[in-house]
């Protein structure tokens, strides 16, 4: 049987939909059984996915998020002969195969379509009603996403299947010296509190701003708030807000960190805090447990799940409440050993060889 992947949206972005594409194409390549996999890439780019990994590939002219996209790469692909194609971004072409699986990785852009901007509200809020209907079946990756598949676009139950997401097996605990040395190259000493993602509204970083402030007002900690991520859309609060609050010189900026150092900043961290207003996974938290730092996250959207009992849950509205749970890991140490030991056993749950194996799964039910 021929599946193809799209996997354009790998070359054009670095966020958490091109890991999961890669991630789950280099799982699945030790399970294809009686499958016959064929990766779409983009020709406009440089070839960004693995190689060497014995699956076809196919290269397309169509750009990922164009708006003809629909119909220029259903044309692009109607000789491929495909029995399935599988959309990770979740807008399929509206032709060029026989059955479709698309994966939705969250409806922000239902939810908060002022934070986007007014291209990817059309690109998304456009399109999703009928992406949902045209697809034989929906991979979501949570229990949230179900739930807001089912409510906001009236999706059967029977038509989703909740696949978890799983961090890169780099992300794990480190000797010292490894941890010393990563932190180091950004000229930062173990023990400093993080955020990890887009700078972005639904993200929540000024309300993160404002309860580092209290944590420095009350002595709580003197150590730097480091905030790893690009430049998303409507980002300047952050810094407006960084400037209001007079922690310009207490909080460093980390803009294009590459994956491979991320391990050791995870690790170096005293505590992550995510406290997004939503997240369809909320991979940092994961990524961060698998390195032995403790989470504090909102108790929003999909983060409950991910994290489970491993981590604090805080009102993302309530700042206090978020310097009230951040102090809590700094201050109290038989907590943050529990919650670094329960984040272990929690990260070990989530795996690509189970994402892989239960996406597979998918496929050959469609396929019948």
Same mark, same amino acid.
């Given at each position: 049987?021929?599946?193809?992947?799209?996997?354009? !949206?790998?070359?054009? +972005?670095?966020?958490?939909?091109?890991?999961? #594409? =890669? &991630? %789950?194409?280099?799982?699945? $390549?030790?399970?294809?059984?009686?499958?016959?996999?064929?990766?779409?890439?983009?020709?406009?780019?440089?070839?960004?996915?693995?190689?060497?990994?014995?699956?076809?590939?196919?290269?397309?002219?169509?750009?990922?998020?164009?708006?003809?996209?629909?119909?220029?790469?259903?044309?692009?692909?109607?000789?491929?002969?495909?029995?399935?194609?599988?959309?990770?971004?979740?807008?399929?072409?509206?032709?060029?195969?026989?059955?479709?699986?698309?994966?939705?990785?969250?409806?922000?852009?239902?939810?908060?379509?002022?934070?986007?901007?007014?291209?990817?509200?059309?690109?998304?809020?456009?399109?999703?009603?009928?992406?949902?209907?045209?697809?034989?079946?929906?991979?979501?990756?949570?229990?949230?996403?179900?739930?807001?598949? !089912?409510?906001?676009? +009236?999706?059967?139950?029977?038509?989703?299947? #909740? =696949? &978890? %997401?799983?961090?890169?097996? $780099?992300?794990?605990?480190?000797?010292?010296?490894?941890?010393?040395?990563?932190?180091?190259?950004?000229?930062?000493?173990?023990?400093?509190?993080?955020?990890?993602?887009?700078?972005?509204?639904?993200?929540?970083?000024?309300?993160?701003?404002?309860?580092?402030?209290?944590?420095?007002?009350?002595?709580?900690?003197?150590?730097?708030?480091?905030?790893?991520?690009?430049?998303?859309?409507?980002?300047?609060?952050?810094?407006?807000?960084?400037?209001?609050?007079?922690?310009?010189?207490?909080?460093?900026?980390?803009?294009?960190?590459?994956?491979?150092?991320?391990?050791?900043?995870?690790?170096?961290?005293?505590?992550?805090?995510?406290?997004?207003?939503?997240?369809?996974?909320?991979?940092?938290?994961?990524?961060?447990?698998?390195?032995?730092?403790?989470?504090?996250?909102?108790?929003?959207?999909?983060?409950?799940?991910?994290?489970?009992?491993?981590?604090?849950?805080?009102?993302?509205?309530?700042?206090?409440?978020?310097?009230?749970?951040?102090?809590?890991?700094?201050?109290?140490?038989?907590?943050?050993?529990?919650?670094?030991?329960?984040?272990?056993?929690?990260?070990?749950?989530?795996?690509?060889?189970?994402?892989?194996?239960?996406?597979?799964?998918?496929?050959?039910?469609?396929?019948?």
């Amino acid at each position: 049987m021929q599946i193809g992947i799209d996997a354009r !949206i790998a070359q054009y +972005s670095r966020g958490g939909i091109r890991s999961y #594409v =890669v &991630h %789950l194409i280099e799982a699945l $390549s030790d399970l294809r059984g009686d499958l016959d996999y064929r990766v779409l890439y983009s020709r406009r780019r440089d070839r960004a996915l693995p190689a060497d990994l014995g699956l076809s590939s196919v290269g397309c002219w169509t750009p990922s998020h164009h708006r003809l996209e629909r119909w220029a790469l259903g044309m692009e692909i109607a000789r491929l002969g495909l029995d399935l194609l599988h959309s990770p971004d979740f807008i399929p072409p509206s032709f060029g195969y026989d059955r479709s699986v698309i994966t939705v990785h969250d409806l922000n852009f239902l939810y908060y379509p002022r934070f986007l901007s007014v291209d990817s509200r059309r690109y998304y809020n456009d399109q999703i009603a009928w992406a949902v209907e045209q697809a034989d079946h929906i991979l979501a990756d949570s229990h949230a996403t179900e739930a807001d598949l !089912i409510s906001l676009l +009236s999706v059967p139950r029977e038509k989703i299947t #909740v =696949v &978890h %997401l799983a961090a890169d097996p $780099s992300f794990r605990p480190l000797p010292e010296e490894t941890v010393r040395k990563g932190a180091a190259r950004y000229n930062l000493e173990p023990g400093y509190l993080l955020f990890v993602g887009t700078l972005a509204p639904r993200k929540n970083v000024p309300g993160l701003l404002l309860a580092y402030r209290k944590l420095l007002d009350d002595g709580v900690t003197d150590q730097p708030l480091v905030l790893v991520g690009g430049k998303g859309w409507l980002y300047e609060e952050v810094f407006e807000r960084t400037t209001a609050l007079d922690l310009t010189d207490r909080v460093r900026f980390h803009h294009d960190v590459p994956d491979a150092d991320l391990p050791a900043l995870y690790a170096a961290a005293d505590v992550l805090a995510m406290p997004s207003f939503y997240e369809g996974f909320g991979l940092p938290a994961l990524e961060a447990m698998s390195c032995g730092t403790p989470v504090v996250v909102a108790d929003r959207s999909s983060l409950p799940e991910v994290v489970g009992e491993a981590g604090l849950l805080v009102d993302p509205n309530d700042p206090e409440a978020l310097a009230t749970a951040l102090a809590r890991v700094l201050s109290d140490e038989s907590e943050r050993i529990r919650l670094e030991r329960a984040g272990l056993e929690q990260a070990h749950e989530f795996s690509w060889k189970r994402v892989a194996r239960e996406t597979q799964a998918v496929y050959e039910d469609v396929l019948g």
